[in-house]
C-alpha cells in the first residue's frame, strides 16, 4: 500500500512501479535547496535524464496536495518547454521555484511532456459535496490539453459512476477503464477520497497525472456511502417495476426523465422540498394532466400520475406521458407501435427529453407530418395503420384549432375568467381567521378552485399552445412563412407581461401608485410553489434601478401579406384544414399563447395566497416558514379530519426533521437525468442539453446567476441573465435592462421562451445543468441563435 503522505512527486514515484491499468511517465524530482546549492548539476541530470524533448515544469511543494489542504493551482507549472535549451529550462524551473512561499524544502517535479492527447480529466472517487459514493469523473476528449479541466477551460463531459457499480450498467468501454484505473489507485492507497488527474493518448495508453487526497473529506457527514446503497438497490426495484407492461397503458416499457411533458426540473427543481412536490401533484401531475388532453379528445387514461418522486427527485413517466398524446378512437393495436416507436426514439436521442412534444410524439396534424414521420419512423406502421392514425389526428386537429365559442380553448378561457372574478371579490386576511382549522379550510378550498378553474383549463390552454406552436414551425419549414416573422407575430401578441411592463413603467414615472400596482401583481413569486419564495409585495427592492426604454406601450399590428395568406391557405387545404384560413390560424395561436400567459397569472395567484395561508398556519404551530417547506401538503390538511393525538408542535418539528433528512438524501443521491433502464440509476451523466434559442440574434456579454431569494436591485443592466427554472415570478428581470437569458431547464415553449420572443431578446432556453454551470462559472457568455452558438467567453492562462 502506497504512503498517503508525501508531496506531488514523491507520490507519483512510489505509485509508478505498482499501477498496471495505467503508467505514470519518467520522472525526476529536487528541493529548491538542492537546485540552489548546485542549478548546473541538476539541469545537467535533467538533460542526461530526458534528453531534448518537451518538458512539463511542475510544481511539488510541501504544502500542496496534504490531508488538510490541496492548494490545487495555486502554484506554478509550465508545460512544453524545450528540453534543449537549457535557459528555456532553467527560467522554467525559476518561475515555478517563484511562486512558492519560500520554504527549501518545495521541490520540483519534471516529466516528458504528454503528447497526442485524445482525453485529459480529473476523477474525484468521491462526490465532493457530501462525500457520496460515486466516482466524478470529468473529461475533456477535444482540446487535446492535460490542463483543460484543472485550468477550467475547453469543453468538458461528466459522467458520476457508483462506487459498486457492475461494469455491464457501463456502455462506454473508455469509462470502464477510468473506473478501473480509479479503482486500482484507490485499492494502492487504501483511500477512497482521492483525487486523481489523468489523460489518455490517441493510442488508448492510460496516463496517470497526479494522485492527491481530497482535502475536505474530513467534513462529510457520516453514514453517506450506506444510506445511497440502500437507497440505490430500493430505487433499482423500482424502476425495474416501472417498466413492466401495465393494464391501461400502451407500450412495452417505460422512460423516466425530469424534463419531458410537464418538467418538474423547471417548475420545482430536481430536489425540491416536501411541500412544494406535493403542490405540484396536487395541482398538476396527479389527476389534472390527463384530464385536460381527454377534454381535448386525446386517449383517455385510467386513474394514472404523471409524476413519480424517486429518492426526493421528481421524474416524469413518458410511458404516461405518451399515451395521453395518442388521440382518442387510435386502434390499441396502433396505439401499441407508436409508444414503443417513441420511447425508442428517445432512448436513442436522449438530448430530445425536453423536446418531445416536437421531435419525438406527434400529437397534432402538422403541415409536415408526412415527411416527419416518414424520417423518424420508417416503416414503423403500415400505410393501413399510417392512414389510420393520420385521420384520427386530422379528427382531433379539426377540433381544437378552432376560436369558435364552443371550442375547448374558449371554454377554457371562461373558466379561468370565472377564477379571476372569485379573485376580484376576495377579501382574505389570514391573520384575522380565528384558528389553525379555519386557516386550513381556507387554503383546502383555495387549492381546489385553484384545480378546478386554474390548472385544469390552463392545461387544455397550454396544450393548444403547444399544437399552435407546431402548426407555425411547419408552416416554416414548408416556407409559407419565415422565422422572422413567426418572431414578429409572437412579439404582436398582446400578454398579460405587457400590462405588467406597462404597470411597472406608469409607477415609474408617478402617473399610477405601488398599491394599484400590487394589488394586481403582489402574488407573483420567482418560486410559483415555494413557500420560501417572496411575492413581489415582499419585496420593496423591486422598483429599485428598474430600467425601462421610452416607447409606446402599445404593440405593432401584425397583418399577413397576400402571398403569405396566399401559402398559408394552400398548407390549409392540403392538410385538410379548410375550415382555416391564414388569419383564423393566427387569431387562434395568438389566443393560444396570450391565454396560457393569462391562465398561469390567475391561477398563480390562488397559489401564491394559500402558500401564505400555509405561512400563517405555520407560524401558529411555531414553524417558520423554512420549516413549514418541508412538510408535505397532505400532513398539513389530513389535521382537518385526523387530529394530532400529541402536542402539535413537537408533531410537525418531527415531520420537519424527517423531511430535512430527506432532501439531504436527494441532493446526496446522483441520479440521471433520463432514467431509460437500470443502468442509468448507477452511471449517470451530467445533464447536457442542445439549447433551445429565441432569435437569431448575436450579444456578449457578462453574466449574473440569479435564484429565487436575489434582490431585485441586483445590477443586471447589459448583462446576461442566467436562471436555473424560470416562471413568471422572474417577469420583473425584463425591466432591468438585460441584453440576453440563459435558463438550466426550460423547452422551446416554456414561459421565458415565450417572454423573451415577446421582447426580441437573445435566449438560450433549457442548456443543461453542465453547460449552465460552465457558462456561470466562465463569468461572460456569447448568445449566437442565427449560429447556435452558446459558448463562453475566457480567456486561457498561462
Known amino acids: 500500500m502506497v504512503a498517503k503522505t508525501g508531496t506531488k512527486a514523491e507520490a507519483l514515484a512510489r505509485i509508478r512501479p505498482l499501477v498496471t491499468k495505467s503508467c505514470v511517465l519518467d520522472l525526476a524530482y529536487f528541493s529548491v535547496a538542492e537546485y540552489r546549492a548546485n542549478p548546473t548539476a541538476i539541469e545537467t541530470r535533467i538533460g542526461t535524464q530526458f534528453g531534448p524533448i518537451p518538458l512539463a515544469v511542475r510544481s511539488s511543494a510541501q504544502s500542496e496536495d496534504s490531508l488538510r489542504q490541496s492548494m490545487a493551482?495555486?502554484?506554478k507549472s509550465v508545460l512544453g518547454v524545450d528540453g534543449a535549451d537549457a535557459q528555456a529550462l532553467r527560467?522554467?524551473?525559476?518561475?515555478?521555484?517563484?511562486?512558492?512561499?519560500?520554504?527549501?524544502?518545495?521541490?520540483?517535479?519534471?516529466?516528458?511532456?504528454?503528447?497526442?492527447?485524445?482525453v485529459s480529466g480529473v476523477i474525484m472517487s468521491s462526490e465532493l459535496d457530501h462525500g457520496a459514493p460515486y466516482y466524478v469523473i470529468n473529461y475533456d476528449d477535444e482540446s487535446g490539453r492535460t490542463d483543460s479541466i484543472t485550468g477550467g477551460t475547453g469543453v468538458n463531459k461528466t459522467v458520476l459512476v457508483f462506487r459498486h457499480c457492475n461494469d455491464t450498467f457501463m456502455d462506454s468501454e473508455r469509462i470502464r477503464r477510468f473506473v478501473g484505473m480509479a479503482r486500482e489507485i484507490e485499492t494502492l492507497y487504501g483511500s477512497n477520497c482521492l483525487d486523481i488527474e489523468f489523460a489518455m493518448d490517441h493510442g488508448g495508453q492510460l496516463y496517470l497525472l497526479q494522485v492527491r487526497p481530497i482535502s475536505v473529506s474530513s467534513r462529510w457527514p457520516a453514514g453517506v456511502e450506506q444510506k445511497i446503497r440502500n437507497s440505490l438497490q430500493y430505487i433499482e426495484t423500482f424502476v425495474r417495476d416501472r417498466s413492466n407492461c401495465r393494464r391501461g397503458l400502451l407500450g412495452r416499457r417505460t422512460i423516466l426523465g425530469e424534463m419531458p411533458d410537464w418538467n418538474p426540473a423547471e417548475m420545482i427543481g430536481t430536489t425540491p422540498r416536501p411541500l412544494a412536490a406535493s403542490l405540484y401533484r396536487e395541482l398538476i401531475t396527479k389527476s389534472t394532466w390527463r384530464l385536460a388532453r381527454e377534454r381535448m379528445?386525446?386517449?383517455?387514461?385510467?386513474?394514472?400520475?404523471?409524476?413519480?418522486?424517486?429518492?426526493?427527485?421528481?421524474?416524469?413517466?413518458?410511458?404516461?406521458?405518451?399515451?395521453?398524446?395518442?388521440?382518442?378512437?387510435?386502434?390499441?393495436?396502433?396505439?401499441?407501435?407508436?409508444?414503443?416507436?417513441?420511447?425508442?426514439?428517445?432512448?436513442?436521442?436522449?438530448?430530445?427529453?425536453?423536446?418531445?412534444?416536437?421531435?419525438?410524439?406527434?400529437?397534432?396534424?402538422?403541415?409536415?407530418?408526412?415527411?416527419?414521420?416518414?424520417?423518424?419512423?420508417?416503416?414503423?406502421?403500415?400505410?393501413?395503420?399510417c392512414a389510420h392514425f393520420k385521420e384520427r389526428l386530422l379528427d382531433l386537429t379539426r377540433r381544437n384549432v378552432n376560436i369558435g365559442a364552443n371550442a375547448s380553448l374558449a371554454e377554457a378561457l371562461r373558466d379561468v375568467d370565472l377564477l379571476a372574478e372569485e379573485q376580484r371579490r376576495r377579501d382574505l386576511r389570514w391573520a384575522?381567521?380565528?384558528?389553525?382549522?379555519?386557516?386550513?379550510?381556507?387554503?383546502?378550498?383555495?387549492?381546489?378552485?385553484?384545480?378546478?378553474?386554474?390548472?385544469?383549463?390552463?392545461?387544455?390552454?397550454?396544450?393548444?399552445?403547444?399544437?399552435?406552436?407546431?402548426?407555425?414551425?411547419s408552416a416554416i419549414a414548408r416556407e409559407a412563412l419565415s422565422a422572422e416573422r413567426v418572431q414578429e407575430f409572437k412579439r404582436s401578441v398582446h400578454t398579460i407581461t405587457n400590462d405588467m411592463m406597462r404597470d411597472?413603467?406608469?409607477?415609474?414615472?408617478?402617473?399610477?401608485?405601488?398599491?394599484t400596482f400590487m394589488k394586481r401583481y403582489g402574488h407573483l413569486r420567482p418560486g410559483t410553489y415555494e413557500i420560501m419564495s417572496l411575492r413581489y409585495a415582499d419585496r420593496p427592492d423591486l422598483f429599485n434601478q428598474s430600467f425601462l426604454p421610452d416607447g409606446e406601450d402599445e404593440q405593432s399590428e401584425f397583418n399577413l401579406s397576400a402571398p403569405e395568406q396566399q401559402r398559408v391557405n394552400q398548407l390549409l387545404h392540403e392538410a385538410r384544414l379548410s375550415h382555416l384560413d391564414g388569419e383564423s390560424l393566427l387569431a387562434y395561436a395568438g389566443k393560444a399563447i396570450a391565454g396560457r400567459e393569462y391562465a398561469k397569472f390567475v391561477f398563480t395567484r390562488n397559489l401564491?395566497?394559500?402558500?401564505?395561508?400555509?405561512?400563517?398556519w405555520g407560524a401558529r404551530q411555531g414553524l417558520d416558514r423554512e420549516d413549514v417547506s418541508y412538510i408535505s401538503l397532505s400532513s398539513i390538511l389530513d389535521t382537518t379530519t385526523v387530529p394530532v393525538l400529541d402536542e402539535s408542535g413537537s408533531h410537525f418539528k418531527a415531520i420537519v426533521e424527517r423531511g430535512r433528512h430527506g432532501v439531504a438524501v436527494a441532493s446526496a443521491l446522483k441520479l440521471s437525468y433520463i432514467i431509460r433502464g437500470v443502468r442509468d440509476v448507477y452511471v449517470v451523466p451530467l445533464h447536457r442539453s442542445a439549447p433551445n434559442f429565441i432569435g437569431s440574434g448575436r450579444v456578449e456579454g457578462p453574466v449574473v446567476r440569479l435564484d429565487a431569494g436575489t434582490p431585485a436591485t441586483v445590477n443586471l443592466t447589459d448583462r446576461i441573465a442566467c436562471i436555473e427554472n424560470a416562471d413568471p415570478g422572474y417577469d420583473w428581470v425584463f425591466t432591468k435592462g438585460i441584453k440576453g437569458l440563459i435558463t438550466k431547464f426550460g423547452g422551446a415553449n416554456s414561459h421565458m421562451a415565450i417572454r423573451c420572443a415577446e421582447f426580441g431578446l437573445p435566449a438560450a432556453i433549457g442548456c443543461g445543468e453542465q453547460t449552465f454551470e460552465r457558462l456561470v462559472a466562465a463569468g461572460?457568455?456569447?448568445?449566437?441563435?442565427?449560429?447556435?452558438?452558446?459558448?463562453?467567453?475566457?480567456?486561457?492562462?498561462?
Not at 390499441?332 to 409508444?339: N, P, S
Not at 381546489?448 to 387544455?460: E, I, K, N
Open 608 to 616: 401564491s395566497d394559500a402558500l401564505e395561508g400555509l405561512a400563517e
Open 297 to 385: 379528445g386525446y386517449r383517455r387514461l385510467a386513474s394514472e400520475e404523471l409524476m413519480v418522486m424517486i429518492g426526493g427527485r421528481p421524474f416524469i413517466d413518458v410511458r404516461n406521458s405518451f399515451n395521453s398524446f395518442l388521440p382518442d378512437g387510435l386502434d390499441d393495436e396502433v396505439g401499441e407501435i407508436l409508444i414503443n416507436a417513441w420511447i425508442d426514439r428517445l432512448d436513442t436521442n436522449p438530448q430530445l427529453h425536453d423536446k418531445v412534444e416536437f421531435e419525438v410524439a406527434h400529437t397534432c396534424l402538422d403541415f409536415v407530418f408526412d415527411t416527419c414521420f416518414a424520417a423518424r419512423y420508417p416503416q414503423v406502421l403500415s400505410p393501413e395503420a
Open 504 to 515: 411597472m413603467r406608469a409607477v415609474c414615472r408617478g402617473r399610477s401608485d405601488l398599491t
Open 432 to 473: 384575522n381567521l380565528p384558528d389553525s382549522l379555519d386557516i386550513l379550510t381556507q387554503v383546502h378550498d383555495l387549492l381546489d378552485r385553484c384545480t378546478q378553474l386554474g390548472t385544469l383549463p390552463f392545461s387544455v390552454i397550454a396544450r393548444h399552445a403547444f399544437i399552435a406552436e407546431a402548426l407555425l414551425r
Open 73 to 75: 493551482g495555486v502554484f
Open 91 to 118: 527560467s522554467a524551473i525559476e518561475r515555478v521555484i517563484a511562486s512558492y512561499a519560500g520554504s527549501p524544502d518545495d521541490q520540483v517535479l519534471i516529466q516528458p511532456m504528454l503528447s497526442n492527447i485524445a
Open 780 to 798: 461572460a457568455v456569447e448568445i449566437n441563435g442565427g449560429n447556435k452558438i452558446l459558448r463562453p467567453l475566457c480567456s486561457s492562462g498561462d
